[in-house]
């Protein structure tokens, strides 16, 4: 099926496959290796197919409910297989952005978790701009409000909190893209939190284990230095 999975996984394996697809994009870009390139093609056709009718992705690889965490998940793992010559159908791409600009609030630019309705946080809002820049959505009104409400929100100190390193995972990635006065009034402050908070074994802990928090701080901290080819603009 191309699907790649845990046993142990508490929601679904889909979270997991996004991030081994885009693990896999890596790789294939880096090495050209084609039993690389066999896996992450069956990994991109799995992707493609479970895309639901709104344009996102769920827990489960059926083309059923979705998730703004979710959709995250495959478009960047999409971006990068297209980034090493997969081919990756405009389709899909399009309605992926579809659904992520019906996930934000008009009220207030920030995202929520499903299209249905629900209030916006700063984690899904994060991942929300991202994936609008890694769909190739660089400019608009999506974008810009989207912006304004992740400074509001940290400036507030709103960005703290439950899944506070999640959010900055994918906000790091946003502010870095979106650049100038974004990215110079964001980073320093996340860098000094981050290295402020890391413990002296040089590990980071979280509610979700160190093993995660460590991986996401340290994403976080390579990314003026661009050291994998999704993060390069």
Request: hydrophobic share 35%.
């Amino acid at each position: 099926s191309g699907l790649i999975a845990s046993q142990n996984v508490s929601h679904g394996p889909m979270y997991g496959h996004g991030f081994a697809t885009l693990f896999l994009g890596e790789v294939y870009g880096m090495t050209d290796d084609d039993d690389v390139r066999d896996a992450l093609v069956k990994a991109v056709r799995l992707i493609v197919k479970s895309q639901n009718r709104e344009g996102g992705w769920r827990y489960h690889p059926v083309p059923y409910e979705a998730d703004l965490s979710v959709t995250i998940c495959q478009i960047k793992a999409l971006r990068s297989a297209r980034h090493g010559g997969i081919d990756v159908p405009k389709e899909t791409i399009d309605n992926a952005i579809q659904y992520v600009k019906d996930c934000q609030n008009s009220y207030d630019g920030g995202f929520r978790y499903m299209v249905g309705g629900g209030s916006s946080a700063f984690p899904r809002s994060a991942a929300g701009v991202a994936s609008l820049y890694y769909a190739g959505v660089y400019q608009g009104d999506a974008v810009n409000d989207g912006l304004k409400y992740l400074e509001e929100r940290i400036k507030a100190g709103e960005d703290r909190g439950g899944h506070e390193i999640y959010g900055h995972y994918y906000c790091s990635q946003a502010m870095f893209i979106a650049g100038g006065k974004h990215w110079a009034g964001y980073f320093p402050k996340v860098r000094d939190r981050l290295i402020d908070s890391q413990s002296t074994d040089g590990s980071w802990d979280s509610a979700h284990g160190g093993d995660y928090a460590t991986g996401m701080s340290l994403i976080i901290l390579q990314m003026p230095y661009r050291l994998l080819p999704i993060f390069q603009r």
